[in-house]
């Protein structure tokens, strides 16, 4: 079945890049996602990418896309403690059954 | 506040009762997910619905059913509940097939 794969702890020191990694196994997703968790709060979902895209920038946000070895990634440019929270990879198949990784902790330290 | 409203926002119950959890997807999303996330589980994917009818079925327990209603609101119900259902519960809801926009969940304890 698919499988998702993410590390799970992140420290960065404020204002330095943050890069969170992702592996997928499912060949046929055909959108990647990175979802944001806040303590408490629901996921909010902050960029996504097609799969034949291999890279995408939103501001502070760079995604980038290695289909061959089915790695995502998310880089945080000056990165700030408002940063810190859960981020989570997911993938699906045009919107049916989102898969999600477990979640990586990324922990901003002044 | 990504337009997804989920009630309640927190619910205590007994073992063995049976509760129902609501999601109001955003204006005019016709599809809407059910996910469970749990410490040990992470998120699990639960069903799918489009538009009234079931689209995709994941890790849902048979305890466990979901629906659609005409005006695109879906309820999770859940049944003779065990400690083990304690979770949080999201639903989601999308415009098409691409991204998913997730509502701030239900806090589910069972005791």
């Known amino acids: 079945g698919e499988d998702v794969e993410q590390s799970l702890f992140l420290s960065v020191r404020e204002g330095d890049s943050s890069v969170i990694n992702c592996t997928y196994t499912?060949?046929?997703?055909?959108?990647l996602y990175w979802y944001k968790q806040e303590p408490g709060a629901g996921l909010q979902l902050l960029t996504y990418?097609?799969?034949?895209?291999d890279m995408k920038q939103d501001q502070r946000l760079t995604v980038l896309l290695n289909k061959k070895d089915k790695h995502l990634s998310l880089r945080i440019a000056d990165t700030q403690t408002g940063d810190s929270a859960i981020y989570f990879c997911?993938?699906?198949?045009?919107?049916?059954?989102?898969?999600f990784g477990p979640g990586t902790r990324l922990s901003v330290l002044p | 506040d990504s337009g997804v409203t989920q009630t309640p926002k927190h619910l205590i119950t007994a073992t063995g009762q049976r509760v129902t959890l609501r999601c109001s997807p955003r204006?005019?999303?016709?599809?809407v997910y059910w996910y469970q996330q749990s410490l040990d589980q992470g998120l699990q994917f639960l069903i799918q619905?489009?538009?009234?009818?079931?689209?995709a079925k994941g890790n849902i327990l048979e305890r466990f059913s979901a629906q659609q209603f005409p005006d695109l609101h879906s309820e999770l119900n859940l049944s003779s509940l065990e400690l083990g259902d304690s979770a949080l519960y999201f639903c989601?809801?999308?415009?098409?097939?691409?991204?998913?926009?997730f509502g701030q969940g239900t806090r589910l304890t069972v005791v």
């Open positions: 990418i097609f799969s034949n895209m």
């Open positions: 997911a993938e699906s198949y045009y919107g049916q059954n989102f898969v």
């Open positions: 499912d060949s046929s997703s055909t959108y």
């Open positions: 204006s005019g999303d016709l599809s």
């Open positions: 989601a809801s999308s415009p098409r097939t691409t991204e998913a926009f």
């Open positions: 619905y489009y538009n009234g009818e079931e689209r």
